[in-house]
């Protein structure tokens, strides 16, 4: 194995993207698929004091398998701490204590929001989503939100139907006015074909980095606003030998990931 | 008259038309033997609610029994999209039932007002966002912005929920409800509390010296509780820590029946009305799946260690 | 660098003069050990808070290491009054502590609100009463009235509180704080996880495989705690559920020697500076006492069931 | 024995007038001897489903000895529910669950306000007493509040130097102005001379019984305020030899009962 290898699959990478915006020690609100992989990456490479908790009320969970969802039977055996929904939402999350949380979206637009909720007229929607759940407050309220998206002009917004989860709202301002706690909010938008992250100034995501195969004209095509480019944009790093190690011989032996690779995730 | 009773009896006289209920579960501990009976006894214009809903939520909403659903979340977890559901909200089918929106953190919350006699609950999340634009049958009740009295700052205050029954399944349970319960909580503790009747479905009915060696596992006391039902399996095909996984191919099978109105229709045949209880609801998963399945999903033995609360 | 260490260190490194401590405990599981030290080191200017305090309280205000008590309650129990802070509060002596009144329901909520991250929590009780009128040094924030913005109703708003740092006495932890518990609870989880930094006094040291057998007795995760500290009859006179029995002779010999200013101090020289640390505690307790009176106060063996989490 | 023995003490008579307050069914929220003791006859008499609970988070406790206090190692063994505070005064209490609650103090006035903060002026009290602990809730939200007292003319007030707990506060409407829960509030005040019960009208605590021994002209001196008399005024029912049996035998069998003698409650 090279120290880069060749043969990892887009959501080997996004996984590892997320991984690397944790740090050590960082308490980390996780869903299940890339939220848990990355930070189970993150875990076993630079972060091995980094823990995890499920909304559900699991602390630091040590799961024979990866969990199905952030209820599943797995999460029991073993955790560190197990209470309900008030203890991690409320007590760790709306407490102040997480660090990093891990969000998808059927939409997400340039600001960060995230739509979990209806595609359309709320009122008559083309598609019905399954709601919040624990997405508005992790979205609210902890110190870096990492975000899992589709390239695409229809994932991608301009602005989303329907704001389910506060990204940094119509712009900059926005969440000190409402009140949401200082220095939290979106801090990168992880895709399929690129990584995006927020401008300090106007709240917009703009492009780091494209990952190998894509370009900078493909990503700017794909995205429905307009995008601004880093100065020094540059190719997302790959996944390191020991990334792919750890995702195929710890974490997934079974290759559960692929599963995303049928989702689009390409 | 004691509180043992068999679910059918329970629902029958604790759950009525138009009345609020609050069910109990996330993916673990559903109370599926209470739904099912639910279901059976077609009751009708309900208001449910817990956080993070799932299959259970999605049948009863497509057996046409729920009015209205205070909400977080509601999904088939690995299979998607909650099928009776989406057809109810844009399509109409049985009829449309009527949402009013919150999140994990705010509704466990209301729930706790609720439990702890709070008449609301200051809440961090939901500012700013649509779940704020959006009332449905609570109105301006649904939340209430003000500026802080200590700082200004702006702060909203969700409304303390009263369910008029709660319905949980757990562990183990005495003969007069005292409910005692282990692993992944969601918001059971707080929605049980909160209401004025609660209806307990447990695995297996125990002394109350067994619940006695250990009070401090005790989430609901005997007092608030005025139903006891010991289903075995209850909360299949959720699991229930300790004693069964979860039925991960049963899942599949209602997500492809509830793919369609005569697919679930044709599932609600088979497993609801076409057996008259949880017993005969297990019986026929053995017959159709055989015992190995059953005992493939009967937990590992792996026990704790026993503490004392001796002096 | 490891959070297990001795209670002399925890205390040296994380309790600072002029910071704000829960103290955790509700007649059983006082912090004694830590109580001690905290003495030992002439700790000063603390404001501390617990409902329902005790002679450990007492022996901190006596001592003079504090200036302020966010308080509900204070007594010896069975033995009446608490002498030191009467002494405080009538005659000046070590020197008048100040005090802010709430209560046995208040003073919790307000705890929990903290450990929750809301701004403040509505309470029922308070109103009406002098424990309104009067306010200290908490001022105006003592509490707010409001109109429920829901339905015109006058509601008491009492602020959160955000210790910065909480002593708590716990059955066990592991190395790095996963602090379990179990029996009478009083404010105790909230209290620590209202605080900044959590200092976990145990009776065993455990592995962290035994804390996940059995995770729902967790009440402080490992991510709270600063320094955790082995320190077994370390509630003395006070008791742990499962360990030992509270230590009534002992509780006399305290309340006489409170009794007087020149007691209390020989009391101190004898207990506290006369002695180094818990173990040369436990050993004078012995000398003096007797093995069989130390043997008195282990708990009977009365172990309940385990269970499982397994799937 | 006869139906009525004569060998009972003062304090048995007046655990008694607080078991028969105790309906079947009831809730109810104990502290230590009294409460404690009226709430056990009760059960083994009259209401043997009525349930016990304690402040510190116990519900149901079957201690195997008189607790000493509310947070009494005998309490944690064979209990049904242990939680904290917030479970008994929050979920239960303040939920609107407990039917009786018994409170003492050092002083009590006409209204059923009680003191157990400080006597003599808050500043520079002549006597420091505990305060409020659970006291405070327990007056202001369980339905019927039994008081405890020494009948003599400083522990009875006119107007207690500190409300520490609400009794019916300065007179009629006061609860309610205040926002407290309806058809809350004292019941009665039971001391070692005589029953009193508050008038529905004014609030005051008026005379309803005199126990044996006593006289309608000794309790009138004893209060210092103007007590009035009801109409049926009778003798205080003497204990039953069913009640001093169980307080006997089963409850109490090292008779710490007397303890209440030694302070007064003769």
Known sequence: ?266 | MGKVMSTADAIQQFVHDGEFLFIGGYVCRPPFAAIHEIIRQKKKDLTITRSNAADDFDMLIGAGCVKRFIATFISLGVYGLARCYRRSIEKGIPHKIELEEYTNLSLPLMLMAGAMGMPFVPVKDMVGTDLMNIKSFMGDGKYKMIESPFDGSPVMLAPALHPDVAIIHVQQADEEGNAQMWGIGGDCKWGANAARKVIVSCERIVSRETIGKDPSRTIVPAFKVVAVTEEPFGAHPGYTPGFYDMDLAYGYLYKEASNTVEGFQAFLDEWVFGVKDRTEYVNHYIQKFGYAQYKKLQAKFDYGYPVSYTY
Request: proline share 8%; charged share 25%; aromatic share 6%.
């Open chain 1, 1 to 266: 194995m090279s120290n880069h290898p060749n043969d990892y699959i887009k959501p080997e990478l996004m996984a590892c993207c997320g991984a690397r915006e944790i740090r050590d020690g960082d308490i980390v609100v996780v869903g299940t698929g890339f939220p848990a992989m990355s930070a189970n990456i993150a875990r076993y490479t630079h972060a091995p004091k980094a823990t995890l908790m499920q909304e559900s009320g699991v602390f630091d969970a040590r799961p024979a398998r990866p969990a199905l969802s952030v209820g599943d039977p797995c999460l029991n055996p073993g955790a560190a701490m197990i209470g309900g929904l008030t203890d991690v939402m409320g007590m760790f999350l709306q407490g102040g204590w997480v660090d990093v949380g891990f969000l998808a979206g059927s939409q997400i637009d340039k600001y960060g929001n995230i739509n979990t909720t209806a595609i359309g007229d709320y009122e008559k929607p083309k598609s019905r989503l399954p709601g919040s759940g624990g997405a508005n407050p992790i979205g609210a309220l902890a110190k870096k939100v990492l975000i899992i998206a589709l390239h695409n002009t229809r994932s991608l917004a301009e602005k989303v139907d329907f704001i389910t989860t506060p990204g940094y709202l119509d712009g900059p301002g926005a969440r000190e006015r409402w009140g949401l706690p200082t220095d939290t909010g979106p801090q990168v938008i992880i895709t399929n074909k690129a990584v995006l992250r927020f401008d300090a100034t106007t709240k917009e995501a703009y492009l780091e980095s494209f990952h190998p195969g894509a370009s900078v004209d493909e990503v700017v095509k794909l995205t429905p606003w307009d995008l601004r480019v880093s100065d020094d944009v540059h190719e997302t790093e790959p996944p390191r030998a020991e990334e792919i190690r750890v995702i195929r011989e710890v974490i997934d032996p079974h290759r559960m990931i692929t599963i995303y690779e049928k989702r689009g995730y390409v």
